[in-house]
């Protein structure tokens, strides 16, 4: 993970895993299956910040370490399921993102699902514990 | 030895007048006879329709004699008998009354007893009831104050589903991404505290 820290400062939710591991399918396709070179590769089929993480090692010649390194990472990453009431940005999600890994575990990946009907506030589960912090349920802890 | 025709001739002469003789002997014997026998036949006729007579008489007197002893004997049968229906009668009617009264007696004493122990279930029942009435009182207040606990129990559910609504309509229409940022981090620094995490 030290190695690609740059890397996966932006992977915070699994859909971020998720698009990486399709960067990297293509990459590793693009490199080993067709005659397109390394180069044009990550200039076309990955996003700019993928590419520059990972260039100058691919370049170099470990192109097969390198993403066995990125997916062998990827798979360590620790999923926490959340559930919230808005549709957050990437702003929002890199708070959170920010707090739980402070606050409770590192590498950790968001699977963040949205209910309106929560009306505020989070649910989380992490490693089979449930933990309620919605306004619903606060609302009904407190009319009962 | 032979005999000579002339004496053949009158001894057979002789022979046929003998015979002749005894004929009419027997002739007039036979008549005198019959004429006996007539006489007695109208004796014997005379005789016997006087017995007759005689006999029908007596037998007429005695059949007279034999109905009236009938008829005595039917009306004392009769006299005997309402003697013995009045005697009966007046025995079966003793009878009646006595039986009546005996009736009576156990009937009353029957009522007596029926009245006793009716006054005695009268009282059992009564008290029976009450029982029952009782249980059933404290049994419909216990069945209401479940209705009624689980009636404000629904209401409580249902006033909180409205406001439930209404608070999310609110909130979600007030609060701004910024808002739901600050709340999601506000639970979990106060989950944290609480020790929840």
């Known amino acids: ?144 | 030895m032979e005999i000579s025709l002339p004496v053949l001739t009158y001894a057979t002469i002789l022979l046929t007048s003998i015979l002749g003789l005894v004929l009419g002997l027997i002739s007039f014997l036979m008549l005198q006879l019959l004429r006996r026998y007539y006489t007695l036949k109208q004796e014997y006729d005379a005789l016997t329709s006087k017995t007759r007579l005689q006999i029908s008489k007596t037998f007429e007197s005695l059949l007279s004699d034999s109905n009236k002893l009938a008829k005595d004997s039917q009306n004392e049968i009769l006299k005997n008998l309402d003697e013995i229906s009045i005697k009966h009668s007046k025995a079966y009617e003793e009878a009646l009354i006595t039986g009546k009264k005996k009736l009576e007696e156990s009937f009353n004493d029957l009522d007596m007893k029926m009245s006793q122990a009716f006054e005695g279930e009268a009282k059992n029942f009564s008290s029976m009831v009450a029982r029952a009435a009782t249980n059933a009182q404290a049994e419909f207040k216990a069945s209401l104050e479940e209705r009624k606990k689980e009636m404000f129990t629904r209401i409580d559910s249902e006033a909180f589903g409205i406001i439930q609504k209404a608070t999310q309509k609110l909130i979600s229409k007030s609060l701004s991404r910024q808002d739901h940022e600050e709340l999601v981090l506000s639970a979990l620094e106060e989950a944290k505290r609480e020790g929840l995490l």
């Open chain 1, 1 to 144: 993970m030290k190695d690609y820290s740059e890397l996966f400062e932006s992977i915070l939710t699994t859909q971020d895993a998720i698009s990486l591991e399709s960067e990297l399918d293509q990459l590793e396709r693009a490199i080993y299956k067709t005659e397109i070179g390394a180069q044009k590769a990550l200039d076309t089929l990955v996003s700019k910040k993928t590419a520059d993480a990972i260039k100058d090692r691919l370049l170099s010649g470990e192109a097969k370490k390198v993403l066995a390194e990125i997916r062998s990472n990827l798979s360590k990453l620790k999923k926490i399921e959340i559930t919230i009431a808005f549709e957050p940005s990437q702003d929002s999600i890199a708070k959170i993102h920010e707090w739980l890994t402070q606050n409770i575990t590192k590498d950790i990946l968001l699977d963040i699902s949205i209910d309106k009907s929560i009306i505020g506030g989070i649910i989380l589960v992490n490693k089979g514990k449930y933990v309620d912090l919605s306004l619903k349920t606060k609302l009904h802890e407190y009319f009962s």
